[in-house]
């Protein structure tokens, strides 16, 4: 039996099992055109035919992990246990942390970096990294992909720009100046106080962290 | 569903504990009782702060993702993880606030590659691969076992 996926929620209609007021057994000719999406109340003539997965797509990105280096796998864990601290589950949240964490001190600071060097990695990222990854995005017609590589050359614009004035001025730049950090999309800003909105995510001036000096 | 309260946003009105039924809202710390809750929704409704939030017991499934998508945000990622251990070794705020940036940077693409959701299948896949091949030594075995038994999955 043939299943249709809700366009808006991506749930997936099997006549088999039915759903809501169509019983187990129901074609999908047979639903009734009233009929909503039990999960997100699209209306059923929104619903498409479920196409097959392009082959190995599941399983690749399912195995991604194994590929990723110690770094990767510490944002990776950092990410999730924000996740769960949106959640509200502050015991998973810590456990993420506590990976996050060893996979962090595994990976260490890199040694022989300069500013120079950093500049020179941030401007390679702008120049072929974020195009391509942006390309990719917009084929796929993925706007979740779009809106975090949107973001994140905003504020590798943002880097490359405190990088260039830091060469410059070097600690002037700095000087009777606070730094503070967007924690949703990483925005830096120097200045006396955080601005009220991220310029870049939007986000209010109390997701801004103040970082300090090593 | 389940109700959350934000504190940060409570400013104490107390209209939860008026509506409640079941006198969920109503514990010494300020964390509903999820124990008491019967996810009617009414406190929400009433919080003139917007401070609870109904939380469904279990998460739809993510969106799924192309694997040219998310292997290209894969490797923008790994290029902000490696910029935020260079930045990490430099002195200075401006090298923490670059470190700190990275790390944003590239939680966000890497939520956006196939981890939105830790209750996800990709997830409870890196789990066990860590656990089946521990990367390094000293890997907290118990903390990763832990979150495969507790987190409830959501997809086969």
């Known amino acids: 039996m043939k299943r249709y996926v809700c366009p808006v929620c991506g749930y997936v209609y099997d006549g088999a099992k039915g759903a809501r007021d169509a019983a187990p057994g129901t074609a999908w000719a047979d639903v009734p055109d009233q009929w909503k999406c039990p999960r997100c109340g699209a209306a059923k003539v929104k619903f498409a035919p479920e196409e097959p997965a392009a082959p190995g797509d599941k399983a690749a990105v399912r195995s991604a992990e194994e590929s990723m280096t110690d770094g990767a796998r510490s944002a990776l864990c950092s990410n999730l246990a924000r996740g769960c601290g949106k959640q509200y589950l502050p015991e998973e949240a810590a456990l993420f942390t506590e990976l996050a964490e060893f996979f962090a001190a595994a990976a260490g600071p890199a040694g022989g970096a300069d500013p120079a060097a950093l500049l020179a990695r941030v401007q390679e990222d702008l120049e072929s990294g974020l195009p391509a990854a942006k390309a990719a995005a917009e084929a796929a017609g993925d706007r979740g992909a779009q809106r975090a590589l949107v973001w994140a050359e905003k504020v590798t614009r943002i880097q490359r720009s405190l990088l260039t004035r830091y060469q410059k001025q070097g600690d002037e730049l700095l000087k009777d100046k606070n730094v503070y950090v967007c924690t949703i999309c990483g925005f830096i800003a120097v200045a006396d106080a955080p601005p009220a909105l991220c310029p870049v995510c939007k986000a209010p001036d109390w997701q801004f962290a103040k970082v300090e000096g090593r | ?156």
């Open chain 2, 1 to 156: 569903m389940y109700a959350v309260r934000n504190l940060r946003l409570c400013t104490k009105d107390c209209l939860c504990l008026f509506v409640c039924p079941t006198g969920a809202t109503d514990t010494e710390n300020s964390v509903i009782d999820r124990e008491k809750c019967t996810g009617c929704g009414l406190c929400a409704q009433a919080c003139p702060s917007k401070a609870i939030t109904m939380v469904p017991e279990q998460m739809p499934p993510q969106q799924p993702k192309k694997e040219a998508v998310a292997a290209a945000l894969r490797a923008l990622a790994e290029s902000k993880t490696g910029q935020e251990q260079a930045a990490a070794s430099l002195p200075g705020a401006l090298a923490s606030a670059l470190a700190r940036s990275d790390r944003v940077m590239a939680e966000d693409l890497l939520r956006e590659s196939g981890y939105m959701l830790p209750q996800s299948a990709n997830v409870r896949a890196a789990l066990q691969a860590m656990l089946a091949a521990p990367p390094r030594e000293g890997f907290p075995r118990e903390a990763a076992q832990k979150l495969l038994d507790t987190l409830p999955f959501n997809e086969p």
